[in-house]
């Protein structure tokens, strides 16, 4: 157990992981922001533009056309979008620490 717990801690300091972290907490209250308002347009399109009724099926295709479910659709859009590109982003910065860590340690 205290290789192990030595190995995070070499990590840790190797990869500048406090400086990187201070600066993915700030910009991850962006992200943060987009999840909720995609989760809450995505909810609020089901509830007034396509209601899950016959009236709203009937009504839907005038609905759909009127500028709140449009403003709800280019959220919903996005949001999904920047969602994605944030797990892109996430991902390809823990690829580069790990290979950074391992390039660090096997020149060590």
Sequence with gaps: MNTVMSKL?????LSGLSRILDIALAVSYIYV???VVHYLSSHLYVKWC???TIMGFVMAPFLVASPHCT???WVITTGGQQIVTMWTVIGTWLFNLAINYTIK???D
Excluded: E, H, M, S
């Design 33 to 35: 922001a987009w999840i």
């Design 9 to 13: 801690q070499d990590f840790y300091k």
């Design 71 to 73: 403003g709800l659709r």
């Design 105 to 107: 340690t096997k020149n």
């Design 50 to 52: 396509v209601p899950p």
